[in-house]
C-alpha cells in the first residue's frame, strides 16, 4: 500500500470562494477552541457533540473540528489556537472529480454551501490525483488553508503498488518526533526530534 500526500493550489478562486474559506477558517478555529476552553473549565464533557456548538458550519466540518481538538486536548491539555488554522473535512465529505473539459475540481461544504473549485495539477501530483479521479485509490481528509494570497488543500492518495526488488520505506511527521523513518525489511530507522519546532509553534 503505497501513501502519496498531495498539496495543491486552487486556480483563481473567486472572491466570495476566498471570503467564505476565510470565515470557515475562523469558525474551524473557534469550534476548537470552545472545545479546549470548555474542557479545561469543566463546562460539559469530552462527549461533546455538534448540537453543542452554535456556528453556521456543515456539521460534518463541526465534528471534525470536534475530534482534532480532542487529540489536541488529550496530548497538550489546555492549547491556544493561532489565527491561521487550516480547517479539514474527513474523507467522506469532500470529492474529487473533472468536469467535461477535463480539470480537476475538488468539491467541500464550507457554510453557505458546498464549493467545487478547479486545482492546479502539475506532473508530481498527476498519478495519484488520477488514481483518485479514476477511482483506483483511497482519499483522506481534506485540510483547506491560505498562504499569503494563494488558497491551497492537502490530502493523502492510498493505493496498492507494487514494491518487488525495492525497499520500501516509511515516513511520517509528527511533534514529538517530527520525523520517524524506517526501512522495512532492513531492521534500521531515523527519529528527528520534534522538540524545538513544537516550542516555535507554541
Known amino acids: 500500500m503505497a501513501t502519496v500526500t498531495v498539496t495543491a493550489k486552487f486556480h483563481n478562486p473567486s472572491l466570495s470562494r476566498r471570503k467564505e474559506w476565510q470565515h470557515t477558517t475562523r469558525l474551524y478555529r473557534d469550534t476548537k477552541q470552545f472545545c479546549i476552553d470548555g474542557w479545561e473549565n469543566g463546562d460539559f464533557g469530552k462527549s461533546v457533540t455538534t448540537a453543542s456548538i452554535d456556528n453556521g458550519l456543515y456539521s460534518a466540518i463541526q465534528n471534525q473540528a470536534i475530534r482534532e481538538a480532542k487529540s489536541d486536548h488529550n496530548k497538550d491539555g489546555e492549547v491556544r489556537y493561532r489565527e491561521s488554522q487550516p480547517f479539514a473535512v474527513n474523507n467522506q465529505n469532500w470529492e474529487i472529480d473533472t468536469t467535461e473539459n477535463g480539470t480537476v475540481v475538488v468539491g467541500f461544504p464550507c457554510v453557505s454551501q458546498w464549493w467545487y473549485t478547479p486545482i492546479e495539477v502539475y506532473e508530481d ?52 518526533h517530527i520525523l520517524a523513518v524506517t526501512a522495512y525489511g532492513e531492521g534500521e530507522s531515523m527519529l528527528v526530534s520534534g522538540g524545538e519546532a513544537k516550542y516555535v509553534r507554541r
Open 125 to 176: 501530483i498527476a498519478d495519484p490525483v488520477d488514481r483518485l479521479v479514476e477511482g483506483d485509490a483511497k482519499k483522506t481528509r481534506l485540510q483547506v488553508y491560505r498562504r499569503g494570497d494563494d488558497w491551497y488543500c492537502t490530502f493523502n492518495a492510498e493505493y496498492d503498488t507494487d514494491t518487488s526488488g525495492e525497499t520500501t520505506i516509511g515516513v511520517d511527521i509528527g511533534e514529538r
